[in-house]
């Protein structure tokens, strides 16, 4: 077997590569390509609609059900207004806002998501849930939705730590 010597270069560079792959992975890596933007925003004017006022606001569980199609249908890297998703992050319900990850969003809500255009519309045909919302709950309830395909789509990185902050040993009782 002959010997082969690695060179600083070499194990510099095999780690900058490492940590890129790393940092895409956790999303702190601005991204760009092809892919989707979809906006959804609330009924502007509810009042004309049924009793079901909720109806006409788009919930936590509304983007969950776009983003989850996205991520199904190959997305690489998604947003959510400037807030980019990783495998820790949460969509929930905070009275009339949605927390995603830390942050507080309000409608209209702008969901980008980098990855192959066909693919990632056809997921949001293909998931049960995301096909209701786009084919029946927005024209229902008279929800805002937009979607365009974008050629160069710019994703910020993330600027929060995928660690957690606090963790605490369980005592037993």
């Not at 890596?29 to 989707?36: F, I």
């Not at 190959?74 to 990783?86: C, Q, S």
């Not at 056809?122 to 229902?140: C, K, M, P, W, Y």
Request: glycine share 6%.
């Amino acid at each position: 077997l002959e010997a082969h010597h690695v060179t600083w270069r070499e194990v510099v560079e095999e780690h900058s590569q490492q940590i890129r792959d790393l940092s895409m992975l956790t999303a702190m890596l601005a991204v760009h390509g092809p892919g989707l933007r979809i906006t959804i925003a609330d009924n502007p004017r509810p009042q004309g609609f049924p009793s079901d006022l909720e109806g006409a606001l788009v919930h936590d569980y509304d983007l969950r059900a776009l983003i989850n199609a996205l991520w199904s249908g190959g997305a690489e890297a998604i947003a959510v207004k400037d807030e980019r998703l990783t495998q820790l992050s949460a969509v929930r319900c905070v009275g009339p806002t949605v927390l995603v990850n830390n942050t507080r969003l309000a409608s209209p809500f702008r969901i980008e998501a980098v990855g192959h255009t066909t693919s990632l519309a056809q997921a949001l045909q293909d998931d049960d849930d995301s096909r209701s919302l786009i084919n029946e709950h927005v024209e229902r309830f008279g929800l805002l939705l937009k979607m365009e395909e974008i050629q160069n789509l710019r994703l910020p990185g993330g600027a929060g730590s995928t660690a957690p902050s606090a963790l605490r040993r369980h005592e037993a009782l």
